[in-house]
């Protein structure tokens, strides 16, 4: 035997499942929302993964620039090395090179005051020879003699 005695509890429960329908039914209504936002969700996680690897390939690729410049850098230091290591070498030949003619120009100096001062100093007794003998052999140190008399 059925009894359908409506007391305060059964309404209490009828009430409570309308309100649960109520509620699922709003949650139905809300899943494709909801759907949506996960996806809107992943659509953005995805986009910051696939930025992330975009800036992590750049990273890379400019780490790689990074060395392959340090790597010019160190040929180019050791090229300045280099080049500093000739400009020295050359610096020290031209100093040299200076001094050789720094020498050279106070041996000729030298040889010309002596060439001159020998052309003023005469032999108080030529030869009997005459004037072409005028200077001696001793006068002009170094000199050869010269068999021409056209000198002067």
């Known amino acids: 035997m059925v009894t359908n005695n409506y007391t305060d509890?059964?309404?209490?429960v009828?009430?409570?499942?309308?309100?649960?329908?109520?509620?699922?039914?709003?949650?139905?209504?809300?899943?494709?929302?909801g759907g949506r936002e996960?996806?809107?969700?992943?659509?953005?996680?995805?986009?910051?993964?696939?930025d992330i690897r975009r800036l992590e390939d750049e990273h890379e690729l400019a780490m790689k620039d990074i060395r392959r410049l340090e790597h010019?850098?160190?040929m180019k230091d050791e090229e300045m090395r280099r080049l500093k290591r000739q400009l020295d070498l050359r610096e020290k030949?031209?100093?040299?090179?200076?001094?050789?003619?720094?020498?050279?120009?106070?041996?000729l100096s030298n040889a010309v005051t002596t060439?001159?001062?020998?052309?003023?100093?005469?032999?108080?007794?030529?030869?009997?020879?005459g004037i072409e003998h005028f200077y001696t052999e001793e006068d002009l140190y170094?000199?050869?003699k010269s068999e021409r008399s056209d000198l002067f």
Do not use: M, W
């Open 142 to 144: 170094g000199a050869e």
């Open 14 to 33: 009828v009430g409570d499942h309308n309100e649960v329908s109520a509620e699922r039914n709003s949650l139905k209504d809300q899943k494709p929302v």
């Open 9 to 12: 509890s059964s309404f209490q």
């Open 93 to 107: 030949e031209f100093a040299s090179l200076r001094i050789a003619i720094r020498s050279a120009c106070t041996d």
């Open 72 to 74: 010019e850098l160190v």
């Open 38 to 50: 996960v996806n809107g969700f992943e659509y953005q996680i995805r986009s910051k993964d696939e």
């Open 115 to 129: 060439v001159d001062d020998a052309l003023k100093f005469k032999n108080k007794s030529p030869s009997k020879k």
